[in-house]
């Protein structure tokens, strides 16, 4: 019964941080592929940065410059060029010069984001970036000492998980799997990261259609994400641009949708 609360823990922790990351900075703040209520928003600008330990304005504007220079040297996190290992290393970095840059407002960074209106957090600006953390792993800790360690493990992965998804993501989605569309970088389509991180390992779909709040293509590839946008939209959190969707195999070309793909693919 314990390991079964431990895995709930795990599950809805993971929930929280993967639907901040995955809808709301992403699909939501990023790329506008849904279009998030002003509840939907204010969280993300306000509670986002809390719950996850990563500044809204800083991820969207690192994972902007990702798209544009895409699997080139001035890729933030490119397997290509810092190797699969290295892109954990690589994404950190890139992370903390784009804060840098935001709080100083240099250029391309601001230029980047100039549609967002909100500023970074003040926990970046005030150089307290690691409290979220340490609130995260006190409560961890609270939980071991009450002889609860496995229970305070699972909070803590769950909640904390960002950094091997996006190793994942930014490694094996640039490296490893198949592609159903010509693109000018290497994305891939990696399906068992796609199943454990929402949808995010579709790269090659994504990058081919970023403006999709779908990342699956083809009938077997699954995108929870996807399905956790039509749930947050029935719950009137967001809604979803339907316009924009990734058009399915059988369905007639939209020259509209594909003249948009390919304009933000050479932006």
């Not at 209106?117 to 953390?133: G, T």
């Not at 999709?212 to 399905?227: C, L, Q, V």
């Not at 339907?242 to 020259?255: K, V």
Request: aromatic share 12%; proline share 5%; with cysteine.
């Amino acid at each position: 019964m314990y390991v079964l609360a431990c895995l709930a823990v795990f599950f809805v922790a993971y929930l929280v941080n993967i639907t901040t990351i995955t809808v709301l900075y992403h699909r939501g703040l990023a790329h506008e592929a849904v279009t998030l209520s002003p509840a939907a928003r204010r969280f993300a600008i306000v509670m986002g940065n809390w719950v996850t330990g990563l500044d809204p304005k800083g991820w969207v504007c690192m994972h902007r410059l990702h798209h544009v220079h895409s699997d080139t040297k001035r890729d933030p996190h490119s397997p290509q060029h810092a190797g699969i290992f290295g892109v954990l290393l690589s994404q950190l970095r890139s992370y903390n010069r784009v804060l840098v840059g935001l709080a100083r407002r240099h250029e391309p960074y601001v230029s980047t984001v100039k549609d967002l209106e909100f500023d970074i957090s003040w926990l970046n600006k005030k150089r307290v970036w690691f409290l979220p953390y340490l609130i995260h792993l006190a409560i961890a800790v609270v939980l071991f000492a009450f002889g609860y360690g496995l229970l305070g493990a699972a909070y803590f992965i769950g909640i904390m998980g960002h950094p091997v998804e996006g190793w994942l993501v930014n490694s094996l989605g640039h490296a490893i799997g198949g592609r159903n569309f010509e693109t000018p970088d290497n994305s891939r389509n990696n399906h068992l990261v796609a199943w454990f991180i929402f949808g995010e390992g579709y790269q090659n779909n994504h990058h081919r259609y970023p403006s999709s709040a779908k990342f699956s293509y083809r009938s077997w590839e699954i995108d929870p994400g996807y399905a956790l946008c039509r749930a947050m939209q029935s719950l009137g959190l967001l809604t979803i641009n339907a316009s924009q969707l990734i058009p399915s195999p059988t369905e007639p070309p939209r020259a509209a949708l594909d003249a948009v793909a390919a304009s933000e693919l050479h932006s």
